[in-house]
């Protein structure tokens, strides 16, 4: 086989345009980009309309590519495991079907599998990878891209093995066999040979094969994008520290924000920053554990095994280091789970015992007041001493106490039944009082579980509230805390047993459980079900009715979400009113805000003005549609592509604004459409003492919620030489009061040819301008006006595809293009 991939791609995409499905052809072209840089937003916000579009068009070759590409973002930089098995190995049944197996991107499904193996248990599954690896590797020509992918996967699976030497080798031999067919092999190749010889410890080698990689990447034309960059800092920073060169290992080091947004980079981040901390270089304090603490939840949830696993061992051993007990046995806790999932186990389970003998040993702290008055002790402290690590560690033991002295009155009371049944019944005493849980227990339990969440240990504070449900189920607080703990773990299938169990007594609740589930993972129509539901049987609540009303704005069903913003204000009690544990129960400010938005959506402008009223809103009409004149505003909007488009526009009303340029195809909004905007800014006004032309430049930004009134103006373009200011101020009014819209997208950068000076000079100021048709004037029509009002001037002017549009003569239009260089 020896069909380009990117040939593939550029054919395929020019019969996509000329077929009229720009949209899938766009995607074509993009997804690569997106997943590669872990442009996660975009990849979601593009694959599910492109993959369904090509499998309606019947073009399996384009679904492999598709499928593969976004299995490529899941497993590479978001490091899943478990959770893209099912589409790895799907994927790669249907990359070898009949109609698919002659895609030049088929091959690929087989390195998404291994990596996907890769994920769950890397050492694991070594034979199996190898096997595949290799029968697919004898089938792919070395001028292929697969090529380098395959031998770098290949490598991998040597190092996996503990072979960084024969994984050398083969990259060594990979590469003379890809110079060889006349290619040159990737910066990723590059990458990979540094870490077989970061394992082999021939650090200096590495550093400088990486420079030499990275050289040969922009010696052939290419530049390093921040991704490259990214990756290139935290493989620098990892051998720079290995060496004891720290403070260059500091400088090359990613910002630990940065390691939060790209899972990729996080595991060579948290070994260099483990070779800094034992240095002395690096912080080992509270908040580098709870970054690594939710990292290891993130692969936890992922079912990424094995890098759970080694993660999770790394931030134990900094955890016994600055001496926090609990947090250690809590990430042992979860690599004990996580050994008993690896299929191989020699290399870590010592690493584990290691661990546990370590976590076991640091010492208990004595408490400083009973265990019963903890709670108050704590909370008497000033909020600069708090130190969450140690306060953890006290009311763990706090806990331990409490539950020691609850389990010997249990047994005191065990005692004394069986003795009064041994007893004549005269006079027997009967059970024991105060069997029951111990007076503030569980409490303390719910502070303690509550502080393991916020460090980052979500599954061991829900162990610690599933216990102590069974031993004081009555309790209020302890559902409530439980189920927000598995949602913030992500844990769906404990948080259905927990609906289960609460369900005979209180339904409502169990409703509560599952519709807060679903809110998390986006199931708007189930959140609002849900809620509806609890209404029947509860039809005071507050809080649910908040849930579903943003659940019903994210459906866009605005009349229900109108709805019960109404039926809330109609049940809560007035602020003033409310008894200080209610004060949540009360009408709040946002939600008056997302009724007048949702209402605004509705049309139901005497809802907008009522609300706004007791807002302090001042309208300058009593009644009918709000459209004033506010201010200008930026509204942020969705583009097709994924990403996110600043558009300019005048705020008409509360939560109203009307778009002001001139927009293409790539942003679902133009010139003159009424939209409705969410209430929330996005950005924080600058702060008092900022430079005032700080104070100038900012606009209030606003998410777009939904299209209005669409205005109905059509785009085209114009390209050509700068007029002047007279003359492109008298071009815009005149076509402003026809009712036409124009918006200049150029800078003073834009140059175009001059074809009347020196063919090396610099060149004829350029204008690249969007020009708006209304929907009351034709193609032809505009075509007329355009001419009519350029006439005159001394460069003329293109706009080809308007020319096109109004069946007028193009060759003027392609004579200028050519001539000015547009």
Known sequence: MSTDVWGWVYDTHGQLVAAGQHRLATALVEIAGHAVDGRNEQLDALYPEAVASARALGLPWVEVFLRHWRLQN????????????????????????EETAGCPQSVCAVQDFTICHANIDGPGYVPERLAVLEETLERVEPSRACFDCLSREYADTLEDDGRPGEALAHLDRAKTRIQAAGESVSLSFGHARCSALYRLGRLEEALAALAAAEQAYTKAGHQLDEDDRRKGGVIRARLLAALGRYDEALEQLPEGAE????????????????????????????????????????????????PCLDLALTAGRLAVARGAREVALALLATAERKLALLRRTEAVAGQVAELAAAARALPVPRLPV????????????????????????????????????????AESAAAEGEAAESAPVEGAAGPAAGAGPAPGATDLLLALAGLF??????????????????????????????????????????????????????????????????????????????????????????????????????????????????ELLEHAPAPEQAGPEEQYRTVQVPDLWHLITVASANRDWAVVRSTGARLGIEFDRPDGPVDEEWQYITVRARRSDGGQSDVPALRTGPATARILPVLGEDVPLNHRDLVVFSPALL????????????????????????????????????????????????????????????????????????????????????????????????????????????????????????????????????????RYGL
């Not at 993972?521 to 189930?526: F, N, V």
């Not at 124009?742 to 003073?748: E, K, L, P, R, V």
């Open 683 to 818: 950005e924080p006004a600058p702060a008092e003492g900022a430079p005032e032309a700080e104070k100038q430049r900012w606009r209030p930004a606003f998410e777009l919620l939904t299209l209005l009134d669409p205005a109905g103006y059509t785009t085209y373009f114009l390209d050509g030489a700068w007029p002047g200011p007279q003359r492109w101020d008298q071009l815009r009014d005149t076509l402003g009061g026809h009712g036409y819209g124009i918006w200049a997208y150029s800078g003073q950068q834009y140059r175009i040819l001059d074809p009347t000076g020196p063919e090396e000079g610099e060149g004829l100021p350029g204008i690249y301008a969007a020009l708006g048709v209304p929907p009351t004037a034709s193609a032809a029509q505009a075509d007329a006006l355009v001419a009519e009002l350029t006439a005159g001037w001394t460069h003329p002017l293109a706009w080809l595809e308007l020319a096109k549009a109004a069946g007028a003569q193009t060759a003027r239009h392609e004579e200028v293009i050519e």
């Open 453 to 566: 969440a916020s460090l980052g240990h979500e599954q061991a504070a829900a162990a610690l509230l599933w216990g102590r449900l069974e031993q004081d189920p009555g309790h209020q607080g302890l559902v409530g805390m439980l189920c927000s703990v598995l949602v913030e773990a992500r844990d769906g299938e404990q948080l259905a047993r927990l609906a289960e169990r609460v369900a005979p007594a209180d339904p409502a609740g169990a409703h509560w459980i599952r519709a807060r589930w679903a809110l998390a993972e986006s199931r708007w129509a189930e959140a609002v079900e849900q809620v509806e539901a609890l209404l029947v049987l509860d039809p005071d609540r507050i809080n649910p009715r908040r849930l579903a009303a943003a659940a019903a704005t994210e459906l866009g069903d605005y009349p229900t979400a109108q709805r019960l913003y109404q």
């Open 74 to 97: 899941l497993l590479n930089k978001r490091h899943q495991g478990e959770q893209a098995m099912t589409e790895a190995v799907s994927l790669l049944e249907f990359a070898h079907r």
């Open 259 to 306: 390691a939060d947004e790209f899972p990729d980079v996080r595991h060579r981040w948290t070994e260099a920053v483990a070779l800094l901390v034992a240095a002395g270089r690096y912080p080992n304090d509270a908040r580098l554990g709870v970054r690594l603490a939710h990292w290891v939840s993130y692969l936890d949830a992922a079912g990424s095994h094995r």
């Open 370 to 409: 009973p265990a019963a008055e903890l709670l108050a002790h704590l909370g008497a402290r000033p909020p600069e001493q708090a130190d969450p690590e140690a306060e953890l560690e006290l009311l763990a033991a706090g806990w331990h106490e409490l539950a020691a002295a609850e389990g010997e009155a």
